[in-house]
């Protein structure tokens, strides 16, 4: 397997008027392909601003991130990403929302319609293509998130606390689908990053945890799940994982 | 208590120094002193909208029955023309209050007709929008009527408060000249002031004298804005109820004016304190009082309708009048001239500041615009005097005083895109004419019509300073329905001023309705 993702002394540091904020500093990590990486870590230790480092959204004070052998300097290249508060544009109906990011490699409407509508289809609403985000409840409007991400066929896909703002029963819905699209081998995403607090949620999905501590933060765990699917929240084994991490955090 | 106390006392003795100055100064006094005494008008008037505005915008958000009652009355109030208050001044203080008091209270409060309304309807506006999770919380920890006021309803619109505040003091200034100098009918009335003094010069057409009055105003604006308004809108920052979570603002941090900001805000609570403890006593009365406030206002508006025409039928109709369909006519287009003139640089500099992040262009434009453009009016009326100059002069004077309203609505339309979106965008790679079609044109046109909204309102505000002006024997005057309205006032005549200020006012509200409040409410979505 190959080195999906190099991140290497990665430093990144805020200023404020006087005072200096260091979020993290001399993290390093690699991902490889086909994994499902979590990251979890106190809150407020920079979980979100490390994604989008990698998504090319900020940039890193030192250090360096390498996607698929090039270095990440903008935002480009082959990753999606899906947003804890969703992002959708309000003005735009479900399957304008889905189809933006084909529309923005220039393909023509029937085209890029037809695509949404797979991956409308996809996350389960078909019949809201016509729909405006403000008539959606938070579920249907992070799956419609969910298939914008998926619709430009990422190469790595990037979850910002994607299940955070859904209710219980919705988020564990949603989880179950987002499992089942990445396991499936001819729909995107073959990798996800996703970043996350809930640590049940890190050992049922992943293949990786890794464990950031608080500010400035460092990785202090990196815990490889080797646990077969569909797992068992109840089984020992899984207690054990969730046992690991928990003992990391505090 | 002490701190509300010595707010208090600070406050008195600051009134009482201003009325010593006042009455020791005249029209040859100092620039300096003359612009000290302008700067304490200002400021008083200043305090009052403030007060006003918590008031009206408070009553009016929390009743919608208040809201019915306040609104509409704003509305009007706020597209009566500086000049059309005359009549009302000259009769509220200047017979009431024989003298200097007179005069100087008639002034602060034709400051105060420049100041109170936007800041009523931000108020208004702010908390209408409030988060409702504020509201539970406040009644779930069983928070008190005053105690909502003081931890909930004042941070949540001090924002607000600050924004409008700093919009309020440059209107005061663009309209100072013709607040300084009060003239009805034969009698003019030249207030102690840098206004005034400006105003003097340019009649006399003294152009050393004119300058040093607009250095003055113009150094004493810069001041103002970096020590004390840019300080506020930072410190204001923080207190913005919209968290972004990606995004990290870091808490605007100043020891001296931490310091500063920590006493004055423990101050004005416990000012507020003060006030609550009359607020009790009055409290069985408050709605006979209230009840009662409106009563006389509509009433006093009827009398108002009902002299005029009263005039109208026993002297007959002025021979102006017959020219005020031409004149609204002239006016109008004059300000869709100056309105699209306006929109031609806006909305690519406001792109352009949003797009390469140029905050200094931001600070030096908030700087530009609290200039006050009528200072320079003068001037103005010396270079294009004459023919089609003088209406270049008069599009250039009604953009200076309509435009920043669409430029910091337009600017802030683009920077309230959330940056989820933006990033959104980013992730997904839309080319710039995707982003312009997609996101930055859609989430622009509802601040795009605020802006309209108020910027049409200050046009047209801003006609009776305008069509008339004079530097020495240059002068011209151009016929619209602002020139009209100043002319009557001029003369005195109160059948015309009544009816030009009815008219006006109709204009205005008929636009407001029929325009920009239906495309407001025209859900713009564009595909």
Same mark, same amino acid.
């Given at each position: 397997m190959s080195d999906l993702l190099v991140v290497k002394d990665l430093r990144k540091v805020y200023e404020t008027n006087d005072r200096q904020l260091e979020l993290f500093k001399d993290l390093s990590f690699t991902m490889e392909d086909r994994e499902f990486v979590s990251i979890i870590g106190p809150? *407020?230790?920079?979980k979100s601003t490390l994604l989008r480092l990698i998504a090319g959204l900020d940039k890193p004070t030192s250090g360096s991130i390498v996607f698929q052998g090039q270095k990440v300097i903008n935002e480009n290249l082959g990753i999606s990403m899906v947003f804890q508060s969703f992002?959708?544009?309000?003005?735009?109906n479900v399957i304008d929302n889905v189809a933006i990011g084909l529309e923005a490699k220039g393909m023509n409407k029937k085209d890029r319609y037809e695509i949404a509508k797979k991956y409308i289809e996809k996350v389960g609403l &078909? *019949? %809201?293509?016509?729909? %405006? =985000?403000?008539?959606?409840s938070g579920g249907m409007k992070q799956r419609v998130g969910v298939a914008r991400a998926l619709a430009v066929t990422p190469t790595l896909l990037c979850m910002d606390e994607?299940? #955070?703002?859904? &209710?219980a029963l919705t988020a564990e819905n949603l989880r179950e689908e987002v499992l089942l699209l990445w396991e499936d /081998?001819?729909?995107?995403?073959d990798s996800v990053l996703m970043v996350t607090h809930n640590v049940e949620e890190a050992v049922y999905m992943s293949t990786r945890i890794l464990v950031l501590s608080e @500010? =400035?933060? /460092? +990785?202090?765990k990196d815990v490889k799940i080797s646990l077969d699917r569909?797992?068992? @929240?109840?089984s020992e084994e899984f207690q054990e994982y969730t046992d690991l991490i928990y003992s990391c955090l505090t | 208590m002490i701190k509300g106390l010595s707010l208090i006392i600070f406050l008195a003795v600051l009134i009482t120094g201003f009325y010593y100055l006042d009455i020791t #100064?005249?029209?040859?006094?100092s620039p300096f002193l003359l612009l000290l005494l302008t700067l304490f008008r200002m400021f008083f008037a200043l305090l009052l909208s403030l007060a006003f505005g918590l008031f009206f915008g408070y009553l009016a958000a929390r009743s919608s029955r208040a809201e019915r009652l306040v609104i509409p009355v704003l509305d009007i109030l706020q597209s009566v023309?500086?000049?059309?208050f005359f009549p009302l001044v000259f009769v509220l203080f200047l017979t009431t209050f024989p003298g200097l008091i007179g005069i100087e209270l008639s002034c602060i409060f034709l400051i105060f007709t420049s100041m109170a309304w936007n800041l009523a309807f931000g108020v208004f506006e702010s908390w209408k929008t409030r988060d409702p999770a504020l509201d539970e919380v406040a009644n779930s920890f069983g928070l008190t009527n005053k105690l909502k006021f003081l931890k909930v309803f004042l941070p949540s619109v001090s924002p607000t408060l600050i924004y409008n505040s700093i919009l309020s003091w440059s209107i005061a200034w663009f309209f100072l000249l013709v607040s300084e100098v009060i003239s009805v009918g034969n009698s003019t009335n030249y207030v102690h002031g840098v206004g005034s003094f400006l105003a003097f010069s340019a009649i006399q057409g003294n152009l050393p004298n004119t300058l040093i009055g607009l250095g003055l105003i113009l150094s004493s604006v810069l001041f103002i804005y970096v020590f004390v308004w840019k300080p506020l809108l930072k410190w204001s920052k923080s207190y %913005?109820? @919209?968290?972004? /979570?990606?995004i990290f603002i870091p808490r605007y941090y100043n020891d001296f004016y931490e310091f500063l900001g920590n006493f004055l805000s423990e101050a004005v609570k416990e000012v507020f304190e003060i006030l609550f403890f009359f607020y009790d006593i009055i409290k069985p009365y408050r709605k006979k009082i209230l009840y009662g406030l409106f009563y006389i206002l509509i009433l006093g508006s009827l009398y108002f309708v009902l002299q005029t025409a009263y005039y109208l039928f026993s %002297?007959?109709? &002025? #021979?102006? +009048?017959?020219?005020i369909p031409l004149a609204i006519l002239y006016s109008f287009l004059r300000i869709l001239i100056a309105y699209l003139l306006s929109l031609l640089w806006i909305f690519p500099v406001c792109f352009l500041i949003y797009k390469y992040k140029l905050s200094f262009f931001d600070v030096i434009s908030q700087a530009i615009s609290s200039l006050p453009a009528s200072a320079l009016f003068p001037l103005i009326a010396l270079v294009f005097s004459g023919g089609i100059l003088s209406e270049v002069g008069v599009i250039i004077m009604i953009m200076l005083g309509m435009m920043w309203y669409l430029f910091f609505n337009v600017l802030a339309g683009f920077n309230s895109i959330p940056s989820d979106l933006e990033e959104a965008s980013k992730v997904f790679k839309l080319n710039s004419f995707l982003y312009f079609k997609r996101v930055l044109f859609p989430a622009v046109i509802p601040s795009l019509i605020v802006g309209s909204i108020t910027a049409w309102g200050a046009g047209w505000n801003a006609l009776v300073i305008s069509e008339v002006a004079s530097f020495g024997h240059t002068t011209y005057h151009q016929l619209g329905i602002g020139s009209l309205l100043v002319d009557s006032v001029a003369k005195g005549s109160q059948a015309s001023t009544g009816v030009i200020i009815i008219v006006f006012v109709l204009v205005v509200l008929l636009l407001n309705k029929v325009v920009w409040k239906k495309l407001l409410s025209h859900k713009l979505r564009v595909n």
């Open positions: 809150s *407020g230790c920079g992002g959708l544009f309000p003005w735009l &078909d *019949g %809201y293509e016509e729909t %405006y =985000p403000s008539e959606l994607p299940f #955070s703002a859904l &209710d /081998k001819e729909f995107p995403p @500010k =400035p933060a /460092k +990785l202090i569909p797992r068992n @929240k109840k | #100064s005249s029209q040859n006094s023309p500086i000049v059309g %913005y109820l @919209k968290p972004e /979570k990606s %002297y007959g109709f &002025d #021979s102006s +009048l017959s020219s």
